[in-house]
């Protein structure tokens, strides 16, 4: 227990930056009320739609990669935040904007808002060294705001750093894309399918977003080929979707592929995910991101030189705002004594005990925050170490019913609505007709 509360900021009002405040705010005998910094207008990050690509009025990088016709991938179910259940609805797989709207309604529930800096940028975080040799380091924000260009320093006992990695695209090089005539771009900038009308496209990357934009270009376009790396689908596609694995090369008029065809492209999308990125880290605080891989991190959340900075939502490939809602629960315990950390030598020891047995497990280095069916386990470690409920197994199975459903069938997996009775039960609700 301590003496005094402690101060935490949050960096970011995305749904990881929304659940740390919210939880902050529950323990207010050992937590002030937080100060979290965000750089747009509202809360929702991501999940705010705008048709505005490149930079915004302030000469920022746009941060959301939302297109206008996105539906989620995850059924509704259990997307929720544990403690926040989704309205009930006939409709699992939803519109973005029912997203933000239940981010919006999560943010009045727990009075969130008037804790928010909008219009707000983080330039600089950097530690502040304690008295001794064995105190934690307290945290310094500068921060600019936007309107009044006006800046601030505040100084934290701990911060908790959620500014999402959906805002900075990965464009890997591909030999001869300086002589090809046709348009490239990343998803990062699509928003919908009519300019693409009648043209040939080619997308790099089968992830969810790579195969979504796809399926919803072929609506449009006279041909779309999808290269994929890994067969990640049995399912029937469109008959103008063509699945080609790798890509050696650009040509003027298009691509050739690993089969040593060539592939028209009036339009080539990078559909190759996002770097990590942390622009107002100062150098000190010693973050490294190699490949795709962030150290020194305990458990994807603790910086173990600095154990009083957290990372929530590093990891891929996961039920999002579960994960975000154990994550910053495990954090919180560090803080307020119900778990304590081990010493750093153990914490990176752990930590490189798990990345060894991750690439013995045939998993790249590139791809250790990437959990997928490993998130399970890690939840259920985290809900253990903060004394928390665990999940409920529902979320589980659904969550994996739902991944083997989409692989059989790509097209039509979001007709498919369910309904979850109980904490390891749900059932499926009959589909919307074609």
Known sequence: MTARQLQVAVIGAGASGLCAARHLLAKPHIFAPPVVYEQST???????YTERTGNDDHGLPIQSSMYRDLRTNLPKEVMGFPDFPFEASPTSFIHHSDVKSYLEKYTE???????????????LLKPVSGPTEDAHSSWEITSLNLKSQSRSLERFDSVIVCNGHYSDPLIPHIPGIENFKGQSMHSHEYRFAEPFRGKNLVLLGAGSSG??????????????????KHS?????????????????????TGVIGNDGIEYPADVFMFCTGYNYTFPFLAK???LNVKDHRITPLYKHIVHTTFPTLF???ICKTVCPFPLFHNQVLFALATLDGTYRLPPKPKMDATTEHEYQSSLQNGIPHRHFHKL????????????????RDPLPP???????????????????YKRFNYKIVSHDTWIKVSPKPL
């Open 42 to 48: 509202g809360v929702g990050g991501t999940w705010v």
């Open 109 to 123: 529930h727990f009075e969130i808002q008037r804790h928010i800096k909008f219009l707000t940028y983080v330039e």
């Open 211 to 228: 195969v979504d934009i796809a399926l919803e270009l072929c609506l449009v376009a006279n041909q779309v080929v999808l290269i994929y």
């Open 232 to 252: 990640f689908t049995s399912s029937p596609l469109p008959p103008n979707c063509l699945l080609v694995k790798g890509v050696k090369k650009f040509s003027q």
């Open 284 to 286: 000190d605080v010693g």
């Open 311 to 313: 990372f929530i939502g």
């Open 372 to 387: 997928d069916s490993l998130q399970w386990e890690y939840i259920n470690e985290l809900s253990s170490f903060a004394k």
């Open 394 to 412: 529902v979320f589980k199975d659904l969550y994996e019913a739902n991944k083997e459903i989409r692989k059989q069938d790509l097209c039509n």
